[in-house]
Every structure is written in C-alpha cells, then in structure tokens.
C-alpha cells in the first residue's frame, strides 16, 4: 500500500517537473478585482457659482440644514433665478480630453482714493487734493480631466475630476481708509455626471445667503 502511494506521488513530481519544463503552469485562477478604466473621455465642462437668498430657499419648503426631502436641488436653484432671488456671480469652462485642462483668468481693479494734504507756505496754508489708485486682484484658476465612469455606473455617466479656485472683488460704497472685501472659494473632487445634466456639486453658506457651485458635462466629438 505505501509503495503504491509513493509510486503514485513519484509520477506527481514528475509530471510537475515536466510541466515547469514546458514553460506552462497549473491552471490556477487568481482573484477577480474590479477594474476602474481610465481611459479618458472629450467632454467639455461648464461650471457656475450661484450666489441664492436662504429666505427664498426657505419660502420654496427647502431644508436649512439639508434634510431630506426637503434638501435644495437644481430645480430649486432655477426657479430662484427665474424670480431674481439668485445670481450667477462666476463662471468657467474647460474641454478636456487628453489629461487635465487648466483655465486661468486674472483682473487687476484700480480704485482711486482722493485725500487731501496740506500745503503751508509763508503766507498761508492751503489744501491741496492728491488721488492715488490701489490695485485689487482678482481671479479664477479651473482645471478639469474627464474620463470613464466605473462599471457599476450608469452607462452614460462621465467622470469628471475638477478644481476651481474663485476669486472675487467686491467695490462698496466705504470711507476712502477702508479697502474693499475680496471673497475666495476653493473647491475640488471628483463626480459623476449624466450628460447636459447640471449637478450641485459643492456649496458654502452664510446667514443670508447660500452659493452652489453647479457642474454640467457635454460629450465631444460625438
């Protein structure tokens, strides 16, 4: 009985060996994984910053604090721009089809601020005005790269990795000592959009006001 075991294994380590030999192995089945394409996709990609009033969110039903059902949808941003209760305070567009698009815009605002400076001589002391002008940057930088959505996506969804850096120059009536207020957002990620299709895909909020940054992808080449 052990003699025929051991036969039997000795034609097992030949056969291995003979196997190994022939460049081939046995036939072994790695683990499965989802693999995420990478292949990258024309698409040209839109977005906007709407600046909304929270009352006229509010008087629409929608949640302050994003509660479902009642969380704000684009609809809702829409129909406070038809009634003049929002505004698109900036915007931007980039194409991308082979890695990333960058798109940078810069304005320089000179405000010009008068004083007045006293001139004394031997006679007497007079008031002169002297104007001087304050440069004030302002400014975006947005690059996209878009690409194929994952498997378990829907099939006509588009990848869309962005980045957008807004800077805004805000000119008030002030006293002429008093500079003027600049806002910045900052906001990156990735998503996935349906084509032609706009999506809230980031968002900050005051007191008085809420501003959406909306995202809308459209398919090149096609």
């Not at 046995?26 to 977005?47: G, I």
């Not at 815009?105 to 005005?129: F, G, L, N």
């Amino acid at each position: 009985m052990f003699a025929k075991a051991k036969g039997v294994l000795i034609v097992l380590c030949i056969l291995l060996f003979t196997l190994t030999l022939m460049g081939q192995r046995p036939n072994v089945r790695p683990s499965q994984r989802p693999v995420v394409s990478t292949e990258p996709v024309a698409a040209l990609v839109e977005a906007f910053i709407v600046e909304v009033n929270l009352p006229a969110l509010a008087r629409l039903g929608v949640s302050p604090i994003g509660e479902e059902p009642h969380a704000v949808t684009v609809p809702d941003i829409l129909k406070c721009l038809g009634t003049g209760q929002a505004r698109v305070i900036a915007g931007a567009k980039a194409a991308s089809q082979q890695g990333t698009t960058e798109v940078q815009a810069k304005k320089t605002t000179y405000i010009m601020r008068e004083t007045s400076i006293p001139v004394r001589s031997d006679t007497a002391t007079t008031v002169q005005k002297q104007k001087d002008y304050s440069p004030y940057e302002s400014g975006k930088r947005f690059s996209v790269s878009t690409g194929v959505a994952p498997d378990n996506a829907p099939a006509t969804a588009i990848l869309v990795q962005f980045s957008l850096e807004e800077s805004l120059f805000i000119e008030k009536e002030r006293a002429p000592d008093v500079p003027p207020d600049r806002t910045l957002w900052n906001w990156s990620g990735s998503v996935l959009l349906q084509p032609g299709r706009p999506e809230i895909v980031a968002a900050s909020q005051d007191a008085e006001r809420a501003v959406f940054l909306l995202l809308t992808a459209h398919p090149q080449g096609q």
